[in-house]
């Protein structure tokens, strides 16, 4: 689960990074007033959305309009407001069909001398918490990692003994900071830490972290994610989630406790199994498609559980075709295969299905599968499958 930046800078702040003053608003007049009670002579009012490259992002219909709009006055943060406020905002994180603003950020300007990057994030390949540094922060940090990777410090923290003092303060040494600074990005690094690891994050990120022009650190802009396998355990970071921001077919299947996740291609997949799932994904592109989603419906599924993965994907944009690639192990083929019919029945599927049935009661499952009068095509084995619905989805296209 993600947050928002101005409740990732609550947060964080709460451990003991530093931020710059900041009020979240929802209206033009909000920004007025935020700008007036936060004084001085510099603001900057932020979109809200769970997606960077705001500040070289622009609005539909208003390529001179970005997300990150600094401005003077109260009255320049309202007139700001105005434009930022419930239009649709496109970054190269959002995908060109852009997000909806519906909430803005605030927040004192501040005077930069430098811009860094600051996360810590859990490195698979690792298997341990790494914080990440460079030099070259405010831009995207993937062109950083692509064009210099010289530039990229990363410091693996040990499971079991934790930070080190010394591992943040050799970093703030290679990343060039002096004197007081060192001491300041040591404190923020082990906040963070405490953060990260106090809230089960999956992600903190600060880019930039800034040394201003009267040299102090400042995080002008958080990110953070958290482990949904841990979210159950905080309360007050559950509450935090924004549905306007997340995809309402994955929210449908998290309902049914299934696991779902919306991919850009265009073959619907229903397994069980995470293993099973992403080697369907997986041979799916090797047939040279792509997958509209990953979902796993679990070992021990009902009917209406069944039923209801089955709708969440077929009200996928862009479908094109469905695979549905089942071992029958707790979970019976004959449930299935009664799930899917009915659901076919139920959603006038008008799209090619192609259906593999393996493990318990697949006997069973495939004689109501021949038998139902849909037009439904039988596979049997995983490649068959892939191939299968591949060659439909492709002669359906072509007509
Ligand atoms: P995004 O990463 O989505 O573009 P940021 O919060 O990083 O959004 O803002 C983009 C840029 O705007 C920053 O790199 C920084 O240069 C500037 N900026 C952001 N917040 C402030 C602030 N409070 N004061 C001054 N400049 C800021
Ligand atoms: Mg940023």
Known sequence: MNIHEYQAKELLKSFGVPVPPGIAVRSPDEARDAAKSLGGDLFVVKAQIHAGGRGAGHYVGDPACSGVRLVKTAAEARAAAFEMLD?????????????????????????????????????????????????????????????????????????????????????????????????????????AWEAFTTLDASLIEMNPLVVTKDNTLLALDAKMGFDDNGLFRHRAIQELRDPNEEDPREQEAARFGLSYVSLDGTIGCMVNGAGLAMATMDIIHQEGESPANFLDVGGGSSREKVGAAFRVLLSAPGLEGVLVNIFG????????????????????????????????????????????????????????????????????RAA
Not at 177 to 185: D, K
Not at 349 to 363: S, W
């Open 87 to 191: 239009r649709t905002l496109v970054t190269r994180q959002t995908g060109s069909q852009g997000r909806v603003v519906r909430r803005l950020y605030v927040e004192a300007g501040c005077a930069i001398d430098r811009e860094l990057y600051l996360s810590l994030l859990i490195d698979r390949t690792e298997r341990c918490i790494t914080v990440v540094a460079s030099e070259a922060g405010g831009m995207s940090i993937e062109d950083v990692a692509a064009k210099t990777p010289e530039k990229i410090m990363k410091i693996r923290i040990s499971p079991s003994l934790g930070l080190a003092d010394h591992q943040s303060r050799e970093l703030a040494t290679r990343l060039g900071l002096h004197g007081p600074l060192i001491g300041q990005f040591a404190t923020i690094v082990h906040a």
């Open 329 to 396: 192990g707790i979970m019976r083929c004959d449930i299935i295969a009664d799930a899917v019919i009915s659901a076919c029945r139920e959603t006038g599927l008008n799209v090619p299905l192609v259906i593999r049935l393996a493990g318990t009661n697949v006997e069973e499952g495939m004689a109501m599968i021949r038998s139902c009068g849909l037009d439904l095509i039988i596979a049997t084995d995983l490649g068959d499958a892939a191939r299968k619905i591949v060659t439909a989805v492709r002669t359906r």
